[in-house]
């Protein structure tokens, strides 16, 4: 690693990257500071023999601005305190052996650390890893953890993504968590941000040309990934991502806004990432997904072996927007776009987006590439995330105030069919708490981010921003936090392992090696029929009636065998929210 204090014979070396200054001195805890030497290319080096682990630091600036480590392992003192340095080999592993599990296994879990459980810290999470894993989860999917300002974030507006949040605990608190996970044979991906970074705690562009006007992102200005000094911006970024796959074993990533990373490079940075990072796990599995506003399917390409290029998998909006419809008929905002009849639905589950080229309405343009040659794994589906519940003007959960029979037929859609599943933290007993947008900055920012997310949600009809939860309050957080005591054994959530366990001696079988671009799907109103031909020759056919009147049939049902049934039908009817899965010989 280039970026961070190393180890040496000598002492511990640090190391900063400030091009942008010809001095920078080197300032322990408690002693004055000294000189670092201009080693070239912009670095400065500086060799503490008695330092040690646990030893506090800045750098300062000729201007005497104090600053923290921008590859910090560690801020106990928040975004603006000293560094602490840190040596993640004293970890003992429990699980050396761990070499990950194939992505047809994945059931996806995403969660908040800060509200996954009261106390809000990664030794809390390990508490409750036994429940994920009777439910039938298999990955964990993290919200980002890089350190932020204040006491409480979403983790999109990190600064120093090297550290893990002081909020949460230490890094080897977090190194237990993914240890403990792996015990249960629960995969660990994190979500990551490199399109931008937060608005308070980043002193980098105050020593690096961080930043570039070449490009623009919803953020300001793009980050330098092809402009002068991109060369160690991009190897920051990269090694990044190798720092958390190799020291703390990671599973893989999800890519916060894969769109507004902008580069012009020979190699765009996501080729760079993809390729590094999956060399550096060696032959460990290791998944990469992307978050996509554009729905680019170029980087979903596999390989005439139908082996992964870049990138896993990608967060199917399209497939959300749908069901969302189903359980909600809201059809305001961009979810217009998607309303009219089952045929959408359909095909977001056969080719994977909805829009894959065509005229967006909502989004003033088209949209999307062909995606229906691609494989369903290529594709994450979920009818609640941390995005589509946040950017609710109360954050609230829509299946816990949905009808139990919608509720159940769409939950039956998407935890069986063959693209890869992701819950929403809770979802799986109808938890009520809400999860609306949070952060803490300072009275300057926090009234910002207030006027910002009333304007923002003022635009889409349905959401009225007078009612708006004050995204600062401490109250906000507080109420995002999931209440154990309500888990119980209850209908909904014997519906979830029923359907879980299901999905794995059943469904999952016939996904490794299953061939892409060969399903199809049929539609009338509210009934939909989409068949899928997987491995060992077999056919997955899947009848819905997604309404709440009797709809008829809109092909012949299968002579095949029937391995789920909800609701009914009656000669060539389907009954009133009816979901039908069956398996035959292809």
């Known amino acids: 690693m280039k970026f961070g204090p190393a180890f040496t014979e000598e002492g511990i070396l640090f190391r900063l990257w400030a091009p942008l200054h010809e001095s920078v001195s080197l300032k322990l805890e408690g002693a004055d500071p000294r000189p670092m030497q201009a080693v070239g290319n912009g670095w400065h080096h500086y060799t503490v023999a008695d330092a040690s682990v646990g030893t506090r630091y800045r750098f300062v600036l000729p201007d005497d ?3 923290p480590d921008p590859a910090s392992r560690f801020q106990p003192q928040d975004v603006h305190g000293p560094s602490e340095v840190v040596d993640l080999s004293f970890y003992r592993w429990k699980t050396i052996d761990w070499a990950g599990r194939p992505w047809e296994e994945m059931v996806i879990y995403e969660m908040h650390i800060g509200c996954f459980t009261p106390e809000g810290t990664f030794k809390a999470a390990i508490e409750h890893l036994d429940h994920l894993q009777q439910l039938g989860v298999t990955a964990l999917q993290i919200m980002p953890l890089s350190e932020f300002p204040g ?5 999109y507006d990190g600064v120093l993504p090297y550290a893990p949040d002081r909020s949460y605990g230490r890094p080897e608190d977090f190194m237990a968590l993914v240890d403990a996970a792996h015990q249960r044979g629960i995969s660990v991906f994190l979500d990551v941000v490199y399109n931008h970074f937060g608005p308070a705690g980043n002193y980098i562009p105050a020593y690096a040309p961080l930043f570039t006007d070449h490009h623009k992102t919803p953020w300001g200005n793009g980050i330098n990934y092809d402009g002068d000094g991109s ?3 991009r190897e ?8 958390w796959i190799t020291e703390f ?3 893989g990533f999800r890519f916060d806004a894969v769109h507004a990373i902008k580069d012009d490079s020979a190699e765009h940075l996501l080729h760079a990432l993809a390729r590094r990072v999956r060399a550096a796990a060696c032959s460990r599995h290791v998944h990469l997904i992307v978050e996509n506003e554009e729905n680019d399917s170029d980087l979903l390409q596999r390989d005439e072996n139908g082996e992964v290029r870049l990138f896993t998998a990608q967060w199917n909006d399209d497939v959300h927007h749908v069901l969302h419809i189903t359980a909600t008929g809201e059809t305001f905002g961009y979810y ?8 959408k639905l359909g095909r977001a589950l056969a080719e994977g987006f909805v829009f894959q080229g065509e005229h967006m309405p909502y989004h003033g343009g088209s949209r999307g590439r062909p995606s229906g040659h691609l494989p369903p794994t290529a594709f994450i589906s979920f009818i609640q995330n941390h995005d589509q519940i946040g950017n609710r003007a109360l954050g609230d959960r829509i299946l816990a105030s949905s009808p139990a029979d919608v509720v159940k037929a769409v939950v039956a859609i998407y935890l069986l069919a063959p693209e890869i599943p992701m819950l929403f933290m809770g979802e799986e007993w109808g938890a009520k708490e809400p999860f609306p947008f949070f952060c803490d900055f300072d009275e300057d920012l926090n009234e910002k981010v207030r006027k910002g997310r009333r304007e923002e949600l003022s635009r889409l009809p349905g959401f009225d921003a007078n009612d708006l939860l004050d995204p600062t309050a401490p109250s906000t957080f507080a109420a995002a936090k999931l209440d154990w005591s309500k888990l119980t054994s209850s209908e909904i959530l014997d519906f979830y392992r029923t359907l879980l366990d ?7 079988p016939l996904l490794k090696g299953a061939g892409a671009g060969n399903a199809v799907y049929r539609s009338a109103g509210s009934a939909l029929a989409v068949d899928w031909i997987l491995a060992q020759n077999r056919r997955l056919h899947l009848h ?3 309404g709440a009147e009797a709809a008829p049939l809109v092909s012949e049902q299968d002579d095949g065998e029937t391995i789920f049934r909800l609701g009914g039908s009656d000669g060539g009817n389907l009954a009133p929210w009816t979901v039908i899965w069956s398996i035959s010989e292809a």
């Open 65 to 67: 601005l104090e600053i």
């Open 151 to 155: 006491r409480y974030s979403w983790g």
């Open 231 to 233: 060369e160690m911006i």
């Open 236 to 243: 920051f970024i990269i090694e990044n991502a190798i720092y």
């Open 249 to 251: 074993r990671l599973d």
């Open 336 to 343: 217009a776009d998607y309303a009219g009849d089952a045929g």
């Open 502 to 508: 299901l999905r794995h001696r059943r469904i999952v």
């Open 544 to 546: 819905a009636n997604l």
